[in-house]
């Protein structure tokens, strides 16, 4: 049953979708968003990632929190720096951060986290997974940095998904 239907409520919702968009419920319309239901999970089955494995489900929520304050500390921080643009300009630069984290979930929640912390844009991931290229608002001491962004994002993550 999994082979003809990998994901069931993703049919669900493209068969749904499909007579939604289209405003009609006619036998043509039924039939072509059920097929579409039908092929569309199978044929893009090979594209979706592995499944996930959480090995401390625990730390999730400490470094949700965590997110949550370092975000709302860099949104106070780069405000700071964009009123007082004219006494002190911010110090721009791209961090080459080494990775030890491989798991592609991982990978996906820490871009996801840069992302989101105001200040640090996720600029480029080596084809091996082994230096992250992040671009820093204003950096005062980068080895500092570094440790830190190991410390606090990293390292959790490894221990959630590694």
Known sequence: ??????????SLALWGLWLLLNLSLSVGNLLLGA???????ILMAPLRPKAVRL?????I??????????????????TRLVWLAGKRPPRSTFVKI????RDAHGLAALSMITTVVPG???????LDR??????????????????HFK??????LMEIFE
């Open 1 to 10: 049953m999994k082979r003809l239907f990998p994901a069931p409520l993703l």
């Open 120 to 126: 640090t844009v996720w600029s480029e991931l080596a």
């Open 130 to 147: 082994s230096i992250l290229l992040l671009h820093v608002f204003d950096l005062d001491d980068e080895p500092a940095f570094i440790e």
């Open 55 to 59: 090995r401390h489900p625990g730390k």
């Open 35 to 41: 097929l579409l239901a039908f092929f569309a999970p």
């Open 98 to 101: 080494p990775l030890d984290l």
């Open 61 to 78: 929520v400490k470094l949700v929190l965590r997110v949550g304050i370092d975000v709302v500390i860099s949104n106070l921080q780069v």
């Open 151 to 156: 410390t606090t994002y990293e390292r959790p």
